[in-house]
């Protein structure tokens, strides 16, 4: 082991996605780190408006699908103008977008309340997501909270259905991020509910697949000893991520780098 984990944080996001800060906020606030990665959803507008800031990692979350279930693959030191890959993220944005129309659609009038598709700004590459959806849902009155209109209309369970144009398959875009020259790191393995299932996520990313987040919200021993095994197993390199959407929301706690989290460190240096 050799520092402490606390000095990278390579899962933020910013409002280029579904976060709460600007670019700059983001890197204001990480820019003591000795790494850490601006990975919006399907996006790398953030990244490019503070590109060269101190300890930044070029990144992205990627959104994939396995069997309607939404998949996210962080990919870490990608080549910003790899043309394929930004072609590929226009893509999913525009599906992103087409998806919340959709949804929309099946809202009932109580819980709408006339929001539309035109009420959500376009373009400028910004990434339009469930949160923003949940968000002004609140804002109009048609929920108490976003947890609710999760619960009620818009969980995996709710949208798992063709007919919302789905994502791509998680294989194809770890296939994507290597040619892109990045990392491709499974983000946030418990929200996948059980170690059985994540593992089953894991597996659909391929033989690109390169490694998962270790350190992120909602581990526990039980997961982390999972993980660390399977990551001896497979080889796999260990990342850190809180995942945070606004930057006054506490960072994870302090933990020991391990030697598979710097292995990542030193392929991003390379």
Do not use: K
Not at 130 to 158: C, K, M, P, Q
Not at 214 to 221: A, H, I, L, S
């Amino acid at each position: 082991m050799t520092g402490s984990a606390a000095d990278i944080d390579l899962h933020l996001h910013s409002e280029r996605s579904d976060g709460h800060d600007t670019p700059l906020a983001v890197a204001h606030a990480n820019h003591h780190r000795r790494a850490w990665s601006l990975t919006d959803h399907d996006s790398t507008a953030g990244v490019q408006a503070v590109r060269g800031a101190p300890g930044l990692v070029p990144g992205v979350e990627i959104t994939a699908a396995l069997d309607g279930q939404e998949v996210h693959i962080v990919a870490l030191g990608i080549r910003l103008d790899h043309a394929p890959l930004q072609s590929f993220l226009a893509d999913i944005r525009d599906r992103r977008r087409v998806r919340i129309g959709r949804l929309l659609e099946r809202l009932p009038e109580r819980i709408r309340r006339t929001l539309s598709l035109a009420d959500f700004p376009a373009g400028d590459g910004r990434s339009l997501g469930r949160a923003h959806l949940a968000r002004a849902l609140v804002r109009r009155g048609g929920a108490s909270t976003i947890a609710e209109v999760f619960a009620d209309w818009l969980g995996d369970e709710h949208t798992a259905d063709p007919e919302l144009n789905p994502f791509p398959e998680p294989a194809a875009v770890c296939a994507l991020i290597h040619a892109a020259d990045g990392v491709a790191i499974l983000a946030h393995p418990p929200v996948y509910g059980t170690w059985t299932r994540a593992l089953a996520v894991a597996e659909s990313c391929g033989p690109d697949l390169d490694g998962v987040e270790r350190d992120c919200p909602g581990t526990d021993p039980h997961w982390t000893a999972a993980i660390d095994a399977e990551a001896d197993r497979r080889d796999w390199l260990l990342s850190r991520g809180s995942d945070r959407h606004r930057m006054a929301h506490r960072p994870l706690p302090e933990a020991p780098l391990l030697p598979r989290q710097e292995a990542l460190l030193e392929r991003l240096r390379a």
